[in-house]
């Protein structure tokens, strides 16, 4: 019998979150090549900002949480663990972690207006960070109201709207149960309805 020898022995048994890919470069990175790194890095960044920019809403302060992001992420490289999430699930917790620590002004997550009057939709229309810098009077009352929730549930709405991940996902980036994530998702979405009705027609 023929023993295959050159095979990764990082994880000897097919992950449940295995991607071939993710798993070279962090193999690549774990042994200092600085090439895997900045592969890994690009492959991800753009995702990481897009998300720091809906939570923040302020250039320099996204650019800054992704740096610290990915610069922690690499200095834990080795504790991640694709038994138990994705990789793409991994860096969003770790920038939803210092979204949080970094935010000391209003929290005004981007979404359609179109979102407040159906019960579950996939947003085509999501405003882009420079497209948010000019919003209308209607649109400013929005973010009024999503100042108003609390931190769990902008979190949640900016993951299921912003970023279009399923339930199932948002629940492994927050911490929680799938189930827990459509309830807040549903809270969101109630308590933005009672915030603006009668504000916007």
């Not at 800054?64 to 992001?69: K, P």
């Not at 979404?111 to 209308?136: C, K």
Request: a neutral charge; one cysteine or more.
């Amino acid at each position: 019998m023929t023993l295959l020898t050159d095979q990764p022995t990082t994880w000897p048994q097919t992950p449940a979150y295995a991607d071939a890919q993710v798993q070279v470069l962090i193999e690549r990175c774990l042994v200092g090549e600085e090439s895997a790194y900045v592969a890994l890095y690009n492959q991800y960044a753009t995702m990481i900002y897009r998300l720091n920019m809906s939570l923040l809403q302020n250039k320099e302060d996204a650019e800054e949480v992704l740096q610290d992001s990915f610069a922690y992420a690499f200095r834990k490289l080795a504790d991640y663990d694709p038994n138990k999430s994705a990789f793409k699930t991994w860096l969003y917790r770790i920038a939803i972690s210092r979204c949080r620590n970094k935010r000391r002004r209003k929290w005004l997550p981007t979404f359609s207006l179109n979102q407040l009057t159906n019960r579950d939709v996939t947003d085509h229309e999501t405003l882009s960070p420079d497209e948010a810098l000019n919003l209308s009077e209607k649109q400013q009352v929005v973010w009024d109201a999503l100042q108003k929730l609390s931190p769990k549930l902008r979190e949640t709405a900016v993951l299921r709207y912003y970023q279009g991940l399923a339930y199932a996902e948002i629940g492994q980036i927050l911490g929680i149960p799938t189930k827990t994530a459509e309830s807040r998702m549903r809270l969101a979405h109630k308590a933005l309805r009672e915030l603006l009705d009668g504000v916007i027609e």
